[in-house]
């Protein structure tokens, strides 16, 4: 059974920075992708940025140039450096873990909550 949990989320003030940790455990296979997405209120829920087993990143444009994505090789654990906050960018940030092998299918976490003050 595939567990993922997402941690690093918190109250900043726009201009800041915040580190997401994601942790996908309980299988030795490597995700092929991993991914962050944010929930705001009243919105529906968007990628933010994913990173394939072969580190090829994909960002929305919304958070090009300020937040990047990075990943362990070897093992399921996801970053997200996220840079020059803003609070359009507040909401609950999700990670997703997708297996094509072993435990197929999408995991995600419950989500770690970021909120940006003006």
């Known amino acids: 059974q595939v567990q993922v949990v997402e941690s690093g989320g918190g109250l900043v003030q726009a201009g800041g920075s915040l580190r997401l940790s994601c942790s996908a455990s309980?299988?030795?296979?490597?995700?092929?992708?991993m991914g962050w997405y944010r929930q705001a209120p009243g919105k529906q829920r968007e990628l933010v940025a994913s990173i394939t087993n072969d580190n090829t990143a994909n960002y929305a444009d919304f958070v090009k140039g300020r937040f990047f994505v990075s990943r362990l090789p070897f093992k399921n654990t996801l970053f997200l450096q996220m840079n020059s906050l803003q609070p359009e960018d507040t909401g609950r940030y999700s990670c997703?873990?997708?297996?094509?092998?072993?435990?197929?299918?999408?995991?995600w976490g419950k989500g770690t909550l970021v909120t940006v003050s003006s």
């Open positions: 309980g299988t030795l296979i490597g995700a092929k992708t």
């Open positions: 997703n873990a997708q297996f094509i092998a072993g435990p197929r299918g999408d995991y």
